[in-house]
């Protein structure tokens, strides 16, 4: 479990979750509005840039292609942010297509704090700074924006496979 | 390639074990040979690093547990099996060994025998370690400042150098707190603190090492007895990287 | 998650320079609290190094170490004032 700062705690009376365009057009969602969407349960496994990777593990929550369904866009590129100030960024395209999840339950159970619930980003295919813990928006940009490790060092994009953890690798 | 140290800048070095010994039956204080060891404050730190033969690396901060001697450096570890570090040091490292170290570093949880104001030391646990290279470093320079140790240890057979702690020392007054003896569970508190530490108007230098809970419990309670923050230097232990 | 002190910090931080900078006073851009770095509240449990003011708990510093170089992120800090 990493963590760059205090786990914040959000009450699920004032959580929201807010995707915004680059036009500065806002859909937003209640924790209540959340659960009430048609929800997914995959199972992937986990790449953390410190090296270990953790397998099958499964989640529940609402599909990325679900929240961006009515969201009119021409960005190439998203910018998580989370409760307590973490941002991540990559492109927008990473989270479409049955890629990315808002998840909330993980292993059967409410997704705790710690683990970054009360909802997080899931991004199994790129390193795990990717899926933002605590995560409340995604801000939608037509450039790239670089986030918290993204701008200390920690690579673009992040994928795994190609071993991209720090800028230049 | 042999590559040269710069002058002041950090860089590991080879670190043979000479000779070890018990401290209590879960502690083990280990002394090392570092040739070129440019010497150190009472309350600096060090890194250790082990290195596996694939190449592998662990690394972990110890506070160095002796006041300056030389080529001679001493670590307190703890056996627990926490990390990957301390239980190789505490069960497996034998007299002859190697390991590699740099340090010291931290200059701020530092006393300098140049130091003229009354001390507070207050431990909790192994936390110990860096005040007891304070303890050292004061009778290594013949010190006259009057030095004050509170001691919260779980046990009397938790207690670190012991031996040492019992002999009566000119100027430095020990007291403890038990957290687990006799079946009673108890914490350090106010009147710990206000008995055996100094009145904040002799505005002493206050040390506290520990757990995080308990730094932040005895230093709380120093800032409400008066003593100026800037005053109270803590160090809280945790993991930091194995 | 835990943090530890900012005395943390001196090893990684004397990598790089040549003082100590673990005693230096520095101002948190974001409350305006001054304060050495050793009393920062480090949290070593993630990518790299990231430093936060006792204060309001923003981030002051961030170290990240990679195999060939550092990287060293003070904006959260107004200035150091370095004992020399």
């Known amino acids: ?41 995959p199972t992937v496994d986990l790449h953390c840039v410190t090296k270990w990777s953790k397998l099958s ?73 990717k899926s933002a813990k605590w995560v409340r928006g995604i801000q939608l940009l037509l450039e790239d924006e670089p986030g918290f490790w993204e701008t200390a060092g920690y690579h673009d994009y992040g994928d795994p496979w190609r071993e991209q953890r720090y800028q230049g690798d | 390639m042999a590559r040269t140290a710069l002058p002041g800048r950090l860089t590991w070095r080879v670190a043979t074990l000479s000779s070890l010994h018990d401290e209590t039956a879960t502690a083990r204080s280990l002394v090392f040979d570092v040739p070129g060891w440019p010497g150190h404050l009472a309350g600096q730190h060090v890194d250790v690093r082990l290195t596996a033969e ?22 307190t570890v703890q056996k627990v099996p926490d990390g ?64 004050r ?61 520990g757990p995080t809970g308990f730094v932040e419990t005895v230093a709380d309670i120093l800032v409400a007895l008066g003593h100026e923050p800037r005053k109270v230097k803590t160090e809280r232990f945790g993991p930091t990287g194995g | 998650m835990t943090y530890v002190d900012g005395n943390a910090l001196a090893g990684p931080l004397r990598e790089i320079f040549a003082v100590d900078l673990t005693a230096a006073s520095g101002q948190c851009v974001a409350c305006g609290q001054t304060g050495p770095v050793a009393a ?22 961030r170290l990240v170490r990679g195999p060939s170089g550092a990287w060293l992120d003070l904006r959260g800090c107004v200035s150091l004032q370095i004992p020399l």
């Open chain 1, 1 to 41: 479990m990493l963590s760059a700062g205090p786990t914040p705690r959000i009450p699920l009376e004032s959580w929201q979750f807010a995707i915004t365009t680059e036009a500065g057009q806002q859909h937003h969602w209640s924790w209540l509005e959340l659960l009430a969407l048609p929800s997914q349960t």
């Open chain 1, 57 to 129: 593990t499964s989640w529940r929550g609402v599909s990325l292609d679900v929240l961006l369904e009515e969201v009119e866009t021409a960005a190439d590129f998203a910018l998580a942010h989370s409760y307590g100030g973490y941002t991540t960024n990559l492109p927008l395209e990473d989270l479409l297509d049955g890629q990315a999840w808002i998840v909330y339950e993980y292993d059967g159970a409410p997704l705790p704090p710690e683990h970054g619930g009360p909802a997080r980003l899931l991004v199994p295919h790129l390193y795990l700074w």
């Open chain 2, 54 to 75: 694939d190449g592998y690396s662990a690394q972990r901060s110890y506070s160095l547990a002796s006041a300056t001697d030389g080529d001679r450096v001493e670590l």
């Open chain 2, 84 to 147: 990957e570090v301390s239980p190789y040091l505490g069960d497996v490292l034998k007299p002859g060994d190697q390991v590699e170290l740099r340090g010291p570093v931290g200059g701020w949880f530092v006393w300098r025998p140049t130091d003229t104001a009354p001390v507070l030391l207050v431990a909790g646990g192994s936390g110990i370690v860096p005040l007891m290279a304070m303890i050292r470093a004061r009778r290594a320079a013949s010190s006259r400042v009057p030095f």
């Open chain 2, 149 to 209: 140790l509170i001691y919260s240890a779980r046990t009397p057979d938790d207690v670190l150098y012991a031996a040492e702690l019992r002999r009566l020392e000119g100027g430095l007054d020990v007291s403890y707190v038990f957290t687990r003896a006799g079946g009673q569970r108890r914490r350090i508190g106010v009147a710990d603190v206000n008995t055996h530490g100094w009145p904040a108007d002799f505005q002493p230098d206050c040390f506290v090492c």
């Open chain 3, 40 to 61: 920062l509240r480090v949290y070593t449990s993630a990518p790299g190094l990231v430093a936060r003011c006792p204060g309001c708990d923003e981030v002051v510093l």
